[in-house]
């Protein structure tokens, strides 16, 4: 008799990751980093900085390391303690490219053609992007389910992967007859932050890699420039309302006071309550003032991190050896079920 459970039934286990792949904002800081440090409390982390994701479009290799640093560092600075949360490089573990082998024989081309993260990076120019941009779905889909990772806390724009992975999740538990093998993973969205829209428009992310440096605040900004960012971020000429809906056609007041909001931890109604009637001249130097409160001790302390290079790689070759330990028997099982011989 086939004892295996229909549903998940292992423990509750929290995994992340961000790019190493250039400078982190406000939307990173919001939409992931500080969700890092909060689950760690109650939570099994692994927090990686995926620089297998990061290849998918050119990087330097001179540079590549220094990055992965950064983010490491970013992670400490926002309050990851590496004690407690597993924090590595996804390089160091093998087992997240053994496993994305696997699941590209599980996930199917016509998933990925859907995913609207490739279209918007790829543009028209789709033909001449690196199979592995293509693929990165199915990478990410093996880097939560290689420790069987139950919940993952993202920002807006990771909605539509994290429902690949669960796909993904489903096939291999369907395809191999191992009901509850793997838990369909939880994404966590919801809350302030998850969805940080750029400083120029209101209705695009705010995003590392738009060429407007306006557009968004780095965590390395100084306290003039996040300032100076905040005064031109665009807004219009009307005054702060008292209720949420009156801000549905605005989407750059509601970005303002959504970023506001999540730093400060209130509800975006708060920050309605507090400033209804008052325009952008008034608003925008409390926001800029919160937002150098917030963020400048981030910086501060990530430059600290960065100042002892040879600390931060030994965080990160420790959280690997670690990450393998958890790794490795869930790979060594997948195989069994796959049916290697040899396994
Ligand atoms: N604007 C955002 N608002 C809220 N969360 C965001 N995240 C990214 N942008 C926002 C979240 O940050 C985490 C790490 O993202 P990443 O670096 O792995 O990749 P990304 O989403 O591709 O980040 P960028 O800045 O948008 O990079 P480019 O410009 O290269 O596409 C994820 O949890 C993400 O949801």
């Not at 209101?202 to 060429?211: L, N, Y």
């Not at 050896?321 to 011989?341: H, Q, T």
């Amino acid at each position: 008799m086939n004892d295996t459970p229909i549903h998940y039934s292992g423990p509750e286990r929290v995994f992340s990751g961000v790019q190493p792949s250039g400078a982190l904002h406000l939307g990173n800081y919001l939409g992931a980093l500080k969700k890092f440090a909060v689950m760690q409390h109650d939570h099994e982390c692994l927090y990686c900085v995926v620089d297998l994701h990061a290849i998918t479009v050119p990087q330097d290799p001179k540079l590549l390391k220094q990055q992965t640093r950064e983010i490491a560092a970013a992670y400490l600075a926002a309050g990851v303690d590496p004690k407690k949360a597993i924090v590595y490089n996804q390089s160091r573990v093998r087992g997240h490219t053994e496993l994305a082998w696997y699941f590209n024989c599980v996930a199917r081309i016509g998933w990925l053609s859907r995913m609207t993260q490739f279209k918007d990076k790829a543009g028209k120019n789709s033909e001449a992007m690196s199979v592995g941009l293509y693929d990165y779905p199915v990478l990410q889909a093996a880097d939560i389910l290689l420790f069987k990772a139950t919940h993952v806390p993202v920002g807006e724009d990771q909605k539509q992967h994290l429902e690949l992975s669960r796909d993904i999740a489903a096939k291999f538990n369907n395809d191999f007859k191992v009901p509850g093998f793997f838990p369909l993973p939880e994404p966590m969205i919801k809350g302030p932050g998850a969805r940080i829209m750029s400083l120029r428009d209101g209705k695009a992310k705010m995003s590392k890699s738009d060429p407007s440096d306006n557009s968004r605040i780095n965590l390395t900004d100084t306290p003039e420039q996040m300032a100076k960012k905040i005064k031109k971020a665009k807004s219009d000429a009307g005054v702060i309302p008292e209720t949420e809906k009156e801000m549905d056609d605005r989407p750059e007041v509601q970005n303002l006071v959504g970023i506001y909001a999540a730093l400060a931890d209130i509800s975006d109604q708060a920050v309605l309550d507090e400033f209804a009637g008052q325009g952008f001249g008034a608003f925008k130097p409390a926001l800029a003032d919160l937002v150098v409160d917030k963020l400048q001790p981030v910086s501060d302390l990530m430059r600290r991190y960065l100042s002892d290079p040879e600390e931060l790689d030994r965080i990160l070759a420790a959280g690997a050896d670690r990450a393998n330990a958890l790794a490795e028997p869930i790979l060594g099982d997948i195989r069994k079920v796959i049916g290697f011989s040899g396994a």
